[in-house]
């Protein structure tokens, strides 16, 4: 288990970050380490972005010094993704299987979370996100069926888009995290354009699916002063509640977003015009 913390910015101290310092705060350049669960400990809404990457053995999700807790989900929830090929994960000691894109939520209170290599050898890589919980909700599965889709957006515009919304009130009970897949088709790579803030809840961004010669150009920062991040493939970004959150590709790719704060509704945004960004 490998664990950083990053702390809250203000958004007025934000302003004078160069380059170097932006990324230190924001970007996430690291999720995968071979036998090893990489996590990120975030000061907004206690949310928490990690990785797993089993290649020789099993993987357990142990608990680290910052919970100060007896085992990681003894007062929280988690939500994991399968960005890779199909395998398995054991919660508790029951198998669950998920193929690419699938997700699964964990509820409060489970013990044991073991994410194992594929049966195969093939490459086999996790994300996830985990929040505070303040109720035992069951663990169940989401099929891409499953999940509630929107096809968003238009080629004309460059951001003709699915949206599957896998782990999210309508699909699935949980206390106060969300998460969902985004796929932007060929030719379209903005995403998440008007763009938009919510205080109500912080959120994460990890990109994927993207070639690796390839990057996204993501948008942070309060609309009438914002910044840029360039992002390479499987790496993620911490957006606080007062931040925009888009990017714009130099391929189309896929990204899970990821939330957590005061409510579970989705539509809750202040948007902005694309004309009234600075």
Not at 15 to 25: G, V
Not at 73 to 94: A, M, Q, W, Y
Request: with cysteine; net charge negative; proline share 5%.
């Amino acid at each position: 288990m490998n664990h950083t913390t990053r702390h809250s910015i203000h958004p007025t101290d934000a302003k004078s970050y160069d380059t170097q310092k932006l990324r230190e705060a924001f970007l996430i350049e690291s999720l995968f380490k071979a036998d090893a669960v990489e996590v990120v400990y975030t000061l907004y809404d206690r949310l928490i972005v990690g990785g797993v990457h089993p290649v020789t053995r099993p993987v357990a999700l142990d608990t680290f010094p910052t919970l100060r807790s007896e085992f990681f989900l003894e007062r929280r929830e988690l939500g994991i993704i399968n960005v890779s090929s199909e395998s398995t994960v054991t919660v508790d000691g029951k198998e669950f299987t998920l193929k690419t894109k699938e997700a699964l939520y964990i509820g409060k209170g489970v013990r044991e979370v073991i994410f194992h290599p594929a049966p195969n050898g093939a490459d086999t890589r996790f994300y996830f996100n985990s929040a505070p919980a303040h109720h035992a909700y069951p663990t169940k599965k989401v099929t891409l069926e499953e999940a509630e889709t929107v096809e968003t957006g238009a080629l004309e515009n460059s951001n003709h888009r699915t949206i599957r919304k896998v782990l999210i009130n309508s699909v699935v009970d949980t206390c106060q995290l969300q998460m969902g897949v985004t796929e932007l088709k060929t030719g379209s790579v903005w995403n998440t354009m008007p763009a938009h803030t919510h205080d109500r809840r912080m959120e994460a961004y990890f990109y994927f699916e993207l070639p690796e010669d390839q990057m996204v150009c993501h948008f942070m920062g309060e609309p009438q002063e914002t910044r840029h991040l360039w992002v390479k493939n499987q790496q993620a970004v911490i957006s606080p509640p007062w931040s925009i959150h888009s990017g714009a590709g130099t391929s189309n790719y896929t990204f899970i977003w990821g939330m957590a704060g005061e409510n579970l509704d989705y539509n809750d945004m202040d948007k902005f015009p694309i004309t009234d960004l600075k």
